[in-house]
């Protein structure tokens, strides 16, 4: 008999996950040089956007490779 097929919570809802979740902790980024796992993904954005995502990494104390980990990850826990 197969199992029941993982919903995307129990799929994306890694340890590393829901430490971002329940305290805020961002994992930390890998070796920028096709790390195993990892996908390269780009990304247009209207300059504006650009200027205030810089802003926030800046403030914030972020490399664009945790600022863009961040937004996904939340981004895929939201609801609805």
């Avoid at 979740?21 to 990892?38: F, L, Q, T, W």
């Avoid at 990304?43 to 980990?69: C, D, I, T």
Wanted: hydrophobic share 40%; charged share 30%; no cysteine.
């Amino acid at each position: 008999m197969k199992a029941p097929r993982p919903t995307l919570r129990e799929i994306v809802r890694a340890p590393a996950v829901s430490d971002f979740i329940d305290r805020g902790v961002v994992p930390e980024a890998s070796s920028p040089e096709g790390a195993k796992g990892e996908v390269p993904l780009s990304v247009a954005l209207p300059a504006e956007l650009l200027e205030a995502l810089r802003f926030k990494m800046e403030e914030r104390g972020q490399e664009l490779s945790g600022a863009f980990r961040e937004m996904v990850l939340d981004y895929l826990m939201k609801d609805g």
